[in-house]
């Protein structure tokens, strides 16, 4: 899940266009993946480089070891990524989708079908900040479609401002995973 590294270090920033301290939403799957990648950075990928670290330097000169040089960015790197992760998982909600009792409106975590004013349906899922994948029809949920969407029920018309202009969208369907 691509993260933009002058955020990584950030403790207060909420998700984009919310205050500072808005929790971060997450469905368990993204939950699952950012605690998978934890695990393989800290016990899996970490370990290994720093034996590659503690390798080179026992060769000598370090200024033109590239194997230490690189090792060494590298580690700064997993750190910085290790310590994003942990901050994010302590302050994360995970929202399960498949508990949502009222399914007939648009919450956290529902798969919608819209139609567009050209007629065109699109179906997207409403998901955290980090787990959004616009190719894989998967939005965050501060995403302007998705805001548009909270709330509103199949039949509803709701407005939202594209960069073409404002657009009126209509809800057609709307999905949970099974509970």
Excluded: C
């Excluded at 567009?116 to 479609?145: K, Q």
């Amino acid at each position: 899940m691509p993260v933009n590294p002058q955020d990584e270090d950030d403790d207060e920033a909420g998700p984009p266009g919310l205050p500072p301290g808005t929790p971060f939403y997450m469905t368990p799957a993204g939950h699952a993946a950012l605690a998978a990648e934890l695990h393989r950075l800290w016990v899996e990928e970490r370990p290994k480089v720093v034996e590659v670290v503690s390798w080179a330097a026992g060769l000598g000169d370090r200024s033109e070891n590239a194997d230490y040089q690189y090792g060494k960015r590298r580690l700064r790197e997993i750190d910085r990524r290790v310590r994003f992760l942990r901050k994010r998982m302590e302050r994360v909600q995970v929202v399960d989708p498949a508990a949502q009792t009222r399914r007939d409106r648009v919450y956290f975590g529902a798969t919608v079908t819209y139609a567009r004013e050209d007629d065109r349906e699109v179906t997207i899922t409403i998901v955290g900040v980090d787990e959004a994948d616009s190719s894989a029809g998967r939005i965050s949920w501060v995403s302007p479609v998705a805001r548009a969407l909270l709330g509103a029920g199949i039949g509803d018309l709701v407005r939202v401002r594209t960069p073409q202009g404002m657009e009126t969208l209509e809800i057609v369907t709307i999905r949970y995973p099974p509970a």
